[in-house]
Each structure stands twice: as C-alpha cells, then as structure tokens.
C-alpha cells in the first residue's frame, strides 16, 4: 500500500493507549483518495498494543514512518513530529478519529487553490451522536459555518475556529510562528491564535470530512489544559498583546455569567501586573442591571456607548453565551457606526 512519488502532506498522529480506536483510524487514512502523503506516527509511553499495532502498518506501508518519544505529552510529541515531516504541509489526525475518504484531497485542493490561505480544517461530525440541546452540537454547527477567511477571523475569540484533528497548514507559516510550544494551556488553539496575529488567513472546506470521536477517554476531557478557564487566559493574554485595545477605554458587552467569567480573567491578567487597561464598563439589556457595579465597573445601557469614554472611543468584547444573542448585538453595534474587530470582537 505506497503511494507513488513524494508526499504532498505530513500527517501528524501522536498516539498513547490508543488500542481500541487505531484501526478504524489507519483504515480511514489508508482508505483517502489523495494517496501521496505521509504519516508520521508516535507511540507516546502506550501501555496497551498501540505500539504493535504502528509496528504492524509502518511493516506494510512505506508511507509509514515511526517516530520515537519517551511519554513526555502531546506538546512534546507534536513538535517531534513536525520535526520529523518532509513535506511543505503538516496535517493533523488524531488516533481515535476518522477522516472520510476525501478530506486529504479536498484542502489540498483549497490550498492549491487559494494561496492566500495559510490553514485550513474541514466541517466535522461528533460521534457518537451526542443529545439534542449538547454544548458540542453547538459547536459542531458553529464550526461547520465558519467556512470563509472572515468568518473565522471574526469569531476567533469564541472559540478555536478550526477542529485541530482536521488542521492543515503550510509549512512555512507554521514554523514562522514557532510551530507547537508548551504555553500551559490548549496547544491547538495557541497555533491558531499565532497565525492569525502573524496575519495569516485561515478558513474549513465547507464539506464535513472528518468524524470526530466524544468519550471521556479524550485528553481534552482529562485535562486542566483544556479546561474553560485555560481557554479563557489564552483568549485574554492574545487580546492584550493586540494593538486594537491599546489605550482605549474596555467594555464589556454582557454582564451574564459569559462576561462576568471574561472579566475576571481580564482583571486576573490586570492584577498580575501586565499594562492591559481595567474593565472601565459593562453594557446590558436588562434594566434591572444598569447602574450596578460589577468588579468595580459600571453597567450601562447601550444607548450610553456612543457618549463613554470620549474622546477615545472604547472598545468592546462581546462576552454573551448563544450565537442569536451575538447576531442581535453585531446589528445594535453596526447602527451605532462601530466596526466589528477594528471596535469590538465576540468573545466566550
């Protein structure tokens, strides 16, 4: 099973106890209508037979190669393996999950296509399904929808914009951004984050392509590494070293548990003694919380915005829970002539 000529693409696959999901990941791989491409594999300190079973693909495919790592994390394992790759586009594939025949061709397509584009991932599929009214189903539809370079860029701060087992991006931009690094918190979403402050365009292929495995086997439900609040201090310490909050007084629109959680880590950051700008205001709807002071901060009303802070205009991070709440304050900020990521960005 060898793909003819030089890989187009190295897949990066850090594995660890990954026994009881391998295979149907080796066959979704081997099964993929683009066959020009690599997989570099890591058995990461397995104690179950996820290293005979590498052994046993890397025996019948040349396309195969084993990566050695002692067990030190996925960090670790990531940057042993992108150090390993030969080609000039690094894709991601997690051991438990499943790519659909097509999803190697189709952002290779994209790529080739738009070389104005450093990253791309594809539309995914949670399984086993989770129930009706879950968090993930939320966000697969999100994820699903952000399938233009502005619409990533614009929610970028809601939450990781691209599934990181379907990321594919060019070489040269990963390793101008320093490739994976260790910052205490969710590597993926760090990278991405990286990209885009080094003025990188990233969007998905609008198809799903990828099944994106749910179980409490998943570092991601393990890990204080994933956890809310580790989110929450990457999306703060990115916002503050933007040049767009500098020396503007900071609202946030949403004084609900989504944007008193955001204020806290802002004014954590604040209080470590960083020059990011206290939380000068909230703004809310409901009337009962205009004029109560939160961390310090005044509730207003959004009729006061126009007026606050002048003659520096403020800038404002919209810290509300559901995509229709977001809709509704987008429209309010745009008839008041404010300009979304130049004077406000959505946050979560």
Not at 68 to 80: K, W
Not at 156 to 175: G, K, N, Q, S, Y
Not at 201 to 206: D, F, I, L, Q, S
Request: aromatic share 6%; charged share 25%.
């Amino acid at each position: 099973m060898t793909g003819a000529g030089a890989p187009r693409v190295s897949i990066l696959l850090p594995c660890r106890d990954a026994e009881p999901f391998l295979g149907g990941c080796i066959e979704s791989l081997v099964a993929q209508s683009e066959p020009r491409f690599e997989v570099l594999a890591l058995d990461d300190g397995s104690s179950d037979g996820t290293g005979p079973l590498l052994r046993a693909w890397a025996e019948r495919d040349s396309r195969v190669r084993l990566v050695d790592r002692d067990g030190s994390g996925i960090v670790a394992a990531l940057r042993r393996l992108s150090d390993e790759a030969r080609s000039p586009l690094l894709a991601r594939m997690d051991a438990d999950d499943v790519a659909r025949p097509g999803r190697l061709a189709a952002q290779l397509r994209l790529l080739a296509r738009r070389p104005d584009i450093a990253a791309c991932g594809t539309g995914v599929r949670y399984f086993p399904r989770p129930r009706r009214g879950s968090g993930y189903l939320r966000y697969e539809g999100w994820i699903n929808g952000l399938t233009e370079p502005a619409a990533v860029e614009r929610d970028l701060f809601v939450e990781c914009p691209i599934a990181h087992p379907t990321l594919m991006v060019r070489r040269d931009a990963f390793e101008a951004v320093g490739g994976y690094r260790d910052a205490g918190g969710p590597e993926d979403y760090d990278l991405i984050l990286r990209l885009a402050a080094a003025g990188c365009r990233m969007t998905n292929v609008p198809q799903i392509l990828h099944e994106w495995r749910l179980g409490l086997h998943r570092l991601s439900e393990r890990s204080d590494r994933y956890s809310p609040d580790a989110f929450r201090r990457l999306k703060v310490a990115h916002l503050a070293n933007g040049r767009v909050l500098a020396c503007r007084p900071l609202v946030i629109w949403g004084a609900g548990k989504v944007g008193k959680a955001f204020a806290r880590g802002w004014l954590e950051q604040v209080g470590a003694g960083s020059r990011m700008l206290p939380v000068e205001a909230f703004v809310d709807l409901d009337p009962r919380k205009i004029g109560q002071s939160i961390h310090g901060a005044v509730v207003l009303r959004p009729e006061d915005l126009p007026a606050f802070g002048a003659p520096a205009r403020p800038y404002m991070l919209l810290a509300v829970g559901t995509p229709g709440a977001r809709r509704e304050i987008r429209e309010a900020l745009q008839a008041l002539g404010f300009r979304e990521i130049e004077d406000y960005r959505a946050v979560a």
